[in-house]
């Protein structure tokens, strides 16, 4: 069965240091992926997706994410966090013939001053 | 602006009492869905729709029913709802492929006693 896994709930870095979200997914054919923010009280927002064009994916907001089909992952990272990255992330996964996104458990991004 | 609007934005009811949240979008998306947020499982689908008059069941439908009279409207019914039914609440829409962004609305926390 396709899924989608977010290795750590939640995740503390300083202000300026580098951040990494991971994610891995299962899925017996292409998927398609997509990262989304959601700030306190809102709802989410798409960050970016991958839909297999290149595999490095640049989104909104400095962040990006390399999808690797060896390792069924697609981490998003950026090089230097701001106090405003504070969030929960959610990485979601969606392959032709499936209508619903499927999401991974969340991972909250704390940054510290 | 685009958006996707959901009321209420908070509700708490009682055990058995019939309620309805809305949902409209002003972006003619054919694609809508409802999908509800619990901590530690990320976001499971309940209903989609992907046109007027046309439903199915996502993958946590029990206790829920939705309708698409209106291409923008996409109301979410419990017709007696339970204490597990307390969660957030998300509307969402998109254009129709399974690449297309998907848009959410702000969430209905909802508190069942």
């Known amino acids: 069965a396709q899924s989608v896994t977010q290795l750590g709930s939640h995740v503390s870095v300083s202000e300026g240091a580098l951040v990494l979200l991971r994610c891995n997914y299962s899925?017996?054919?292409?998927?398609?992926l997509f990262w989304y923010v959601q700030y306190p009280n809102q709802g989410l927002q798409l960050l970016l997706k991958?839909?297999?064009?290149?595999?490095l994916v640049k989104g909104i907001n400095g962040f990006e994410a390399e999808f690797k089909k060896s390792e069924t992952s697609f981490h998003l990272t950026k090089p230097s966090a701001h106090m405003s990255d504070a969030a929960e992330y959610f990485c979601?996964?969606?392959?032709?013939?499936?209508?619903?996104?499927?999401f991974g458990s969340g991972t909250r991004l704390q940054v510290q001053p | 602006e685009a958006q996707v609007t959901q009321n209420p934005r908070y509700l708490i009811t009682v055990t058995g009492k019939k309620l309805t949240v809305t949902c409209s979008q002003n972006?003619?998306?054919?694609?809508m869905s409802w999908y509800r947020q619990d901590p530690g499982l990320g976001l499971r689908q309940i209903y989609y729709?992907?046109?007027?008059?046309?439903?199915d069941k996502g993958d946590v439908p029990e206790g829920y029913k939705v309708s698409r009279k209106e291409k923008r409207n996409f109301p979410l019914i419990l017709e007696s709802p339970s204490p597990n039914q307390t969660s957030l609440y998300f509307c969402a829409s998109r254009t129709g492929g399974n690449t297309d962004t998907q848009y959410f609305g702000p969430g209905t926390r909802l508190t069942v006693l």
């Open positions: 729709s992907m046109n007027v008059e046309v439903t």
């Open positions: 991958y839909t297999s064009a290149a595999t």
């Open positions: 979601a996964v969606s392959w032709t013939g499936r209508r619903a996104l499927t």
């Open positions: 899925s017996s054919v292409p998927p398609y």
């Open positions: 972006m003619n998306h054919e694609y």
